[in-house]
């Protein structure tokens, strides 16, 4: 049974950080593209940052230069860091697996198989 984990949300000023957690058991990061996304409401789930297997990443154009995203494969563990947080990005912020690679996904949230239960995050301006 896969299950993804994700921790460090939480409430910060603008121009504050976070780092993001999702631990996985059952599943081994290397086998497929992951995935961080977020949702604010009444928008759509919207990717922001990707791994691909051989550790190719990927950022949406609005986070680029702000967020981070890493792996341990050790841990089993991915990261996201996110630096420069502004009031837009206040969302719950998943983590998604799709045991296959990236471009096979089209980067689409409905093509990821494993969801974390996600973590929220708040910037207040």
């Known amino acids: 049974q896969v299950q993804l984990v994700e921790s460090g949300g939480g409430s910060v000023q603008s121009g504050g950080s976070l780092r993001l957690s999702c631990a996985a058991s059952?599943?081994?990061?290397?086998?497929?593209?992951m995935g961080w996304f977020r949702q604010a409401p009444r928008n759509e789930r919207e990717g922001v940052a990707f791994i691909d297997s051989d550790g190719t990443l990927r950022y949406a154009e609005v986070v680029k230069g702000r967020f981070t995203a890493s792996q341990d494969n050790a841990r089993n563990t991915v990261y996201l860091q996110m630096n420069s947080l502004k009031p837009e990005d206040t969302a719950m912020y998943y983590c998604a697996a799709a045991g296959v690679g990236c471009d096979s996904t089209g980067y689409y949230y409905g093509n990821f198989r494993f969801w974390g239960q996600g973590t929220q995050v708040a910037v207040s301006s």
């Open positions: 059952g599943y081994t990061y290397s086998r497929g593209c």
